[in-house]
C-alpha cells in the first residue's frame, strides 16, 4: 500500500491549521482581538477604533473613486463600482461622525469587510 502516510499527513495539517491563523480580515480589516463581528466571528478582548475603521473605509473611498476615474475596467465591473460608491461614502460618513455608539463598531468593521472584499475583487479586473 502506498498511501500509508497520507492520513497521518492530513491529521497533522489539520491540527497545525489553526496555528497560522492571522488576526487580520480579507480586504485588510484589521480588528483588534475580543470582537464579535457578524457572521458569528469573534476575536480576543481588545477594542475597535473608530478612528481605524475610518481610515480604511477613506482607503476603500479613495480605491473606487480611483477605479472610477481610471477607465480601466469593463462596462459590468463599472456599474459593479457605481453600486458600491454610495455604500462607500456612507459607511464613510457614519465613520466620520463625532461619536460613534461603540455598539456599532463591530457591525461597521463587518460591512467595512464585506465592501473590501467586493472591492478586492475589483481590482483584480484592472487592466
Do not use: W
Not at 472610477?68 to 462607500?88: N, W, Y
Amino acid at each position: 500500500m502506498r498511501h500509508p502516510m497520507v492520513i497521518p499527513l492530513v491529521v497533522v495539517a489539520m491540527l497545525a491549521g489553526p496555528i497560522a491563523v492571522h488576526a487580520q480580515l480579507p480586504g485588510g480589516v484589521q480588528i483588534p482581538s475580543g470582537v464579535q463581528i457578524p457572521g458569528g466571528m469573534a476575536l480576543p478582548s481588545g477594542g475597535l477604533s473608530q478612528d481605524m475603521l475610518l481610515q480604511q473605509a477613506k482607503a476603500m473611498l479613495g480605491d473606487l473613486t480611483s477605479m472610477k476615474t481610471s477607465g480601466q475596467l469593463a462596462p459590468a465591473q463599472m456599474s459593479d463600482v457605481d453600486a458600491l460608491l454610495p455604500l462607500a461614502q456612507s459607511l464613510t460618513g457614519e465613520l466620520e461622525k463625532p461619536q460613534v455608539d461603540a455598539a456599532r463598531l463591530p457591525a461597521l468593521a463587518g460591512n467595512l469587510n464585506d465592501l473590501q472584499q467586493k472591492v478586492g475583487v475589483l481590482k483584480g479586473f484592472i487592466k
